[in-house]
């Protein structure tokens, strides 16, 4: 505690400092050639809880990450200091995002099933529940505009007439990961947790759509839920979103009716939802009445502008953009979970590996590699990856690290999609609604 020229700070101020103003914090903590400053050193030790025997290979620039995000954010720290708690029955507690309309994030470490359970399954409405049916087979479904015959089905009709199928699939929020974009966006501040991977049974959407018969025009669908838009008003929709007719024809976008064995939860659109897996999930429409065939691009709540859309040209990070020449998000980019650890956990003195595993998809992609680093990404371990289960589920993968002394670690983890892109670093292509952020994670360890 020598050649510090701050005055004296105390150590809960540092971490203030980083939360508040991060290139701030790391100017005043951090050496220009990527050393911790003596003081600084000391600081952090003293705000973890433990010497980081690799502060040398921290790069400049790097805040470590259990004072960025301390642990309670991911529900192992204290309460007083961490997010409000969403319970429900029969489900986990999740992470509440907002109220009004409910979003609850999982916890990213109790996504360490194969096939995730209602128990661990995220929640994201934008408008108000609407009220649970008596009759579910019972339940109407219309397809209509650019179609040859129009359909209106019951759902026991439509289970009888058409093959029936179950797969695992992925259905991750377009908006996952959107806490990682610095400056901050407007929108749900997700990390890792908006994403679930349950085995769905339903029948193809382009069963249904040939049944339907598509005129030479049909370019587009439109989805419609029932659920109430927030505001109450009957001629508005809280989601109405639409997909290219080439995804709607692929053979695993789904009208599910059951999910992991059972009729599907309320909450989770029952009792008929799409799932147009590896693409953003608001393509996923719940409690589906409508699927409107159009002849060009569907212009329905949250489509267009900035809704779902990013820059095809890079933006300035922070910048206003109408959107007008945003693309489309559709295949969701790479990215990796890890389910083995929570963040900021102890673990006994004398600890020497870590036997890590956790999940990877790439949206219409697959996994091909996961790496695995505990030195600040000086050096990388590569990981198992196991198949997918069918196409468009995650995948699980695991392995061992190896750790040199008690301490503090962090464990970063990023994956490779099979065309060979990696997770970036930080969040890239900045975008006002916060879209598609798949950085590097990193999850903090204290050994002894
Ligand atoms: N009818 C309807 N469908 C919807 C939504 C909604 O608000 N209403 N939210 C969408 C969004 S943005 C996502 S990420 C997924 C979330 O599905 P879940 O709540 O089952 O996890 O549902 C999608 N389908
Ligand atoms: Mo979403």
Request: aromatic letters at 8%; glycine letters at 10%; one cysteine or more.
């Amino acid at each position: 505690m020598t050649s510090n020229k701050r005055p004296g700070r105390p150590e809960r101020s540092l971490q203030e400092l980083y939360r508040d103003d991060p290139e701030r914090a790391d100017a005043l903590a951090w050496g220009r050639r990527g050393a911790l400053k003596g003081t600084a050193l000391t600081s952090m030790g003293a705000a973890l809880g433990a010497a980081i025997p690799f502060s040398g290979r921290m790069p400049a620039g790097t805040l470590p990450e259990l004072l960025a995000r301390p642990a309670a954010a991911q529900g192992a720290g204290q309460p007083a200091a961490g997010p409000q708690v969403f319970r429900m029955e029969g489900k986990n507690e999740l992470i509440l995002l907002g109220d009004r309309p409910l979003v609850a994030e999982t916890p990213e470490h109790r996504l360490d099933e194969p096939v995730t359970s209602f128990r661990n399954f995220f929640i994201r409405n934008n408008g108000q529940m609407p009220e649970p049916v008596a009759e579910p087979d019972a339940w109407e479904l219309t397809i209509d505009g650019e179609v040859n015959t129009p359909l209106k089905l019951r759902l026991g009709d439509l289970r009888a007439r058409f093959a029936n199928v179950t797969m695992q699939l992925q259905m991750e929020c377009g908006g996952n990961g959107r806490a990682s974009y610095a400056p901050q966006t407007r929108g749900n501040q997700w990390g890792n947790g908006a994403i679930s991977n349950a085995e769905w049974t339903g029948v193809r959407l382009r069963d249904l759509l040939n049944a339907a018969g598509l005129k030479p025009g049909a370019a587009y669908t439109g989805h419609f839920g029932a659920d109430p838009h927030l505001s109450g008003a009957t001629d508005r929709q809280a989601i109405n979103r639409g997909m290219r007719i080439a995804k709607a024809m692929d053979e695993d976008t789904m009208l599910a009716f059951r999910m992991n064995g059972e009729p599907i939860p309320h909450i989770h659109g029952a009792p008929l939802r799409l799932i147009t897996p590896g693409w953003p999930g608001s393509f996923s429409q719940k409690w589906l009445t409508r699927i409107w065939i159009r002849d060009k691009v569907h212009d329905g709540a949250g489509m267009g502008g900035t809704s779902y859309r990013v820059p095809v040209r890079p933006i300035v990070p922070g910048s206003n953009d109408n959107g007008a020449s945003f693309a489309e998000i559709e295949s969701m980019p790479v990215r990796a979970i890890l389910s083995s650890h929570a963040h900021g956990a102890r673990l006994p003195a004398g600890t020497r590996s870590l036997d890590l595993r956790g999940a990877a998809w790439a949206g219409d992609l697959t996994a091909k590699a996961v790496h695995a680093s505990v030195d600040f990404g000086a050096t990388w371990v590569e990981m198992q990856v196991s198949a997918p289960a069918n196409r468009h589920a995650w995948q699980r993968w695991q392995g061992r690290v190896t750790l040199p002394s008690d301490g503090y670690f962090e464990v970063w983890y990023r994956a490779t999609d099979s065309e060979g892109r990696m997770q970036p670093h930080a969040a890239a292509n900045w975008n006002p609604q916060g879209y598609s952020a798949n950085p590097i994670s990193r999850v903090a360890i204290l050994v002894g």
